[in-house]
């Protein structure tokens, strides 16, 4: 069965996961599985440091980083292992990144 939704992030996640159920990749339709878990938790460096952006107002502050975490590959699942002189290595050397870095990073 195709998805005929909008394209975004939601609605693709939402066609996955439907398609994921249709196979019988799924075991229950209410989306609490390892399938549906490995897709919702599947974000991105990217995607966090814009949401960075978004929640502190603020325009290429926070989604500078996206690059230095690249070129070290630091993955998302990853950044809660990150001490401040790790961040202060990839250029994270202002407090108050750091600790609204943090503090997004408990959310995930």
Known sequence: MACLMPLNLHNL???LVHSANSYGLSGSPNMNNSFTLAIHSSKTVYE????????????GSYIQFERAFENEKILLDTIKELSESDLIKVRVNK??????????????
Not at 48 to 59: A, G, P, Q, T
Not at 95 to 108: A, F, N, Q, S, T
Request: proline fraction near 0%; hydrophobic fraction near 45%; charged fraction near 25%.
């Open 13 to 15: 996640l939402s066609c």
């Open 48 to 59: 966090f440091f814009l949401k960075l952006e978004v929640i502190n107002n603020k325009s």
């Open 95 to 108: 407090m108050g990144w750091y600790k609204k870095i943090m503090k997004l990073v408990c959310e995930y």
